[in-house]
């Protein structure tokens, strides 16, 4: 298959109490593997895509045959946006934002509580289900904060995506039910911010080699 589901880097209960073992075996095990099982369906009679970065098959959209366009979309930006979820969470470590990524964020937005305040306002604000970001203009080097709908994808705005948080439902409804503030809450207590300070080292890499 051209896409796999990988194994979490933690064990399921790692993040308890903020985010309980059933639902991260709920989502990681069912919910994801439902996007790359149909991804991989969908593009399973074209060969010439089994090659593809998922990254490269989102943003090179109209090149997909148009009959599988839309599950291409659905599918492919739930996988994509889930590899950045799983990577953006893990065991809570007491950690800060330091470095190029504080220097950024109290640039930005003047200290990591408005961040956090911007973000979870943007998550509240989400109709139905969607995600929330912390992205990256590479062109700017400026950080914001977006969401959008489903499971569109931060990429084809032009934008990288340093911190993902997901607001689907199943992300929390089993601990939480209809309580997105008090998920949103124990969301920030998961964040890694060591692997955000990564992505942005990547991104901010990415932009100087394709700029030379």
Not at 64 to 82: F, L, M
């Amino acid at each position: 298959m051209a896409y796999k589901l990988q194994d979490l880097d933690y064990d399921y209960d790692a993040l308890e109490p903020s985010i309980d073992t059933r639902t991260m075996r709920l989502h990681h095990d069912k919910h994801h593997r439902t996007y790359v099982d149909q991804l991989n369906k969908a593009i399973a009679p074209f060969p010439s895509l089994n090659d593809r970065t998922i990254e490269d098959l989102l943003m090179h959209l109209s090149d997909v045959p148009e009959s599988i366009q839309t599950t291409v979309r659905n599918c492919g930006g739930g996988h994509a946006n889930h590899e950045l979820f799983w990577k953006s969470i893990g065991p809570p470590t007491g950690t800060v934002p330091t470095g190029a990524l504080a220097d950024g964020i109290n640039g930005t937005f003047g200290n990591l509580q408005t961040l956090q305040q911007r973000l979870t306002e943007a998550a509240l604000e989400v109709f139905g289900s969607g995600w929330a970001y912390l992205a990256l203009d590479p062109g700017t080097g400026k950080m914001e904060v977006m969401s959008l709908p489903n499971q569109d994808v931060v990429m084809l705005h032009g934008k990288s995506v340093l911190l993902a948080c997901d607001v689907w439902e199943h992300s929390y409804y089993i601990k939480y039910e209809n309580r997105r503030p008090d998920y949103l809450r124990a969301f920030w207590e998961v964040v890694q911010w060591e692997e955000v300070s990564s992505r942005l080292d990547r991104v901010l890499q990415k932009s100087m080699i394709a700029a030379r």
